[in-house]
């Protein structure tokens, strides 16, 4: 049976979000991030592109290269709602999905040719998509994943576009080798030395000359350039690993301030683990300083996702891992190896009193918000939270995840 897969890509999804709330904000450059100097673009509005702004270069150079842009914080809590009315419609339209990032989708319609025509129910979806969430959405439809993730780039902002059959190639040729998934920066480079600009070149290059040039990625990157690569869906996204970071607007040296925050980070991840009826095997605490010299540490524990097991290790990590005593840029904690089950409550230094506080407070948590009850020790950091379950089967919501 031919293959049929959709890619769905939901247009300059941060900036459509803030134009549904203020329809003032229609047609008027725009900047959704951080907006501080070291705020990041999470996404900017087309309007801003011919100046050169981009996703995911600092709000200070954007601000700089466009500076009539209007600039909004980024807020994920909204973005993740109308993410989330956009999957509950994929979900319940097509046979199999997956859903590739907070605004990026991919869906089977192997077999409806015989029935329907994939192209017809494709058009018909995204027609009720922009209707029910007033967002707007592009699509590619090929045989496989990459090259429908190429034509979906090829036909935005708010179009679609399907590669027949047969054509993958043809459509791939003159198109720039970036517009390739996985060809990033210094990849882009290492082609260009070799002469490489289009898609074009690669295809009538041997295979050996990309694996020579660039290892196992090279191998990749030839059989995507002939429309040939086929990686398979992947319905639910099984996290490995939840980390939060934190990168103050001002570099600081102030130990209490840096303990509270990673107090409340481990506090926080605590409370994920529980929720998502998860243990932990691996700590590790990160700090960037203010020259950018990046340092982390990690150790094993027992698997756990109690806050008196995982909460004193993490402060230990940093109390071994800050001793340049320069001013720090970042600090982050990250609680990896991680495996389905509960809390194995020790014989010896539990206590039941300890066991039912945990439940009362992951009970009020979870009725009224992560920030409704917190330790002390975690107060001077109110604005750490998630806002959506990490392992609910879903990517990360990530501001800045890409270039759009």
């Given at each position: 049976m031919e293959k049929n897969i959709l890619h769905l890509d939901l247009d300059t999804f941060f900036v459509s979000c803030e134009r549904l709330i203020d329809r003032r904000l229609q047609n008027k450059p725009l900047l959704v991030g951080g907006t501080g100097d070291r705020g990041v673009v999470a996404a900017c509005s087309y309007e801003t592109r011919p100046f050169g702004v981009?996703?995911?270069?600092?709000?200070?150079?954007?601000?700089?290269?466009?500076?009539?842009?209007?600039?909004?914080?980024?807020?994920?809590?909204?973005?993740?709602?109308?993410?989330?009315?956009?999957?509950?419609?994929?979900?319940?339209?097509?046979?199999?999905?997956?859903?590739?990032?907070?605004?990026?989708?991919?869906?089977?319609?192997?077999?409806?040719?015989?029935?329907?025509?994939c192209y017809k129910y494709a058009s018909e979806l995204r027609k009720r998509i922009i209707k029910e969430s007033g967002l707007p959405i592009s699509f590619g439809l090929s045989t496989n994943k990459i090259v429908s993730k190429v034509a979906t780039g090829e036909a935005k902002p708010n179009n679609q576009l399907k590669i027949d059959t047969g054509f993958e190639k043809e459509f791939l040729a003159p198109l720039s080798i970036r517009k390739i998934p996985s060809v990033g920066e210094k990849t882009y480079q290492v082609l260009r030395n070799l002469g490489v600009d289009t898609v074009g070149v690669v295809q009538q290059m041997p295979l050996e000359m990309m694996v020579s040039a660039l290892g196992v990625n090279g191998k990749t990157i030839?059989?995507?350039?002939?429309?040939?690569?086929?990686?398979?869906?992947?319905?639910?996204?099984?996290?490995?690993?939840?980390?939060?970071?934190?990168?103050?607007?001002?570099?600081?040296?102030?130990?209490?301030?840096?303990?509270?925050?990673?107090?409340?980070?481990?506090?926080?991840?605590?409370?994920?683990?529980?929720?998502?009826?998860?243990?932990?095997?691996?700590?590790?605490?990160?700090?960037?300083?203010?020259?950018?010299?990046?340092?982390?540490?990690?150790?094993?524990?027992?698997?756990?996702?109690?806050?008196?097991?995982?909460?004193?290790?993490?402060?230990?990590?940093?109390?071994?891992?800050?001793?340049?005593?320069?001013?720090?840029?970042?600090?982050?904690?990250?609680?990896?190896?991680?495996?389905s089950g509960h809390y194995q409550i020790n014989l010896f230094d539990d206590t039941e009193e300890m066991i039912s506080l945990y439940n009362a407070m992951d009970k009020v948590r979870l009725r009224y918000g992560e920030l409704s009850i917190m330790r002390a020790s975690s107060m001077g950091a109110k604005t750490i939270g998630r806002f959506n379950n990490p392992f609910s089967g879903e990517p990360p919501v990530l501001l800045a995840h890409r270039k759009q």
């Open positions: 981009h996703s995911g270069m600092s709000m200070k150079v954007a601000r700089r290269l466009c500076p009539e842009a209007i600039v909004i914080r980024g807020n994920s809590s909204i973005y993740t709602k109308y993410s989330h009315t956009v999957t509950e419609i994929i979900k319940e339209s097509v046979p199999v999905f997956e859903k590739a990032s907070v605004d990026e989708f991919y869906a089977d319609l192997s077999g409806m040719d015989k029935f329907y025509g030839w059989k995507r350039a002939h429309g040939i690569d086929n990686p398979p869906l992947v319905p639910f996204h099984e996290r490995k690993s939840i980390s939060t970071e934190r990168t103050f607007n001002k570099d600081t040296i102030d130990i209490k301030v840096l303990k509270t925050t990673i107090f409340a980070m481990a506090e926080n991840l605590a409370f994920q683990l529980r929720r998502g009826n998860k243990l932990a095997g691996t700590i590790s605490v990160k700090i960037r300083y203010s020259d950018f010299n990046t340092y982390n540490k990690q150790v094993k524990i027992p698997y756990s996702s109690a806050d008196h097991i995982i909460i004193p290790r993490v402060l230990e990590l940093f109390e071994k891992l800050y001793q340049r005593r320069l001013l720090i840029r970042l600090v982050g904690v990250k609680i990896s190896d991680i495996v």
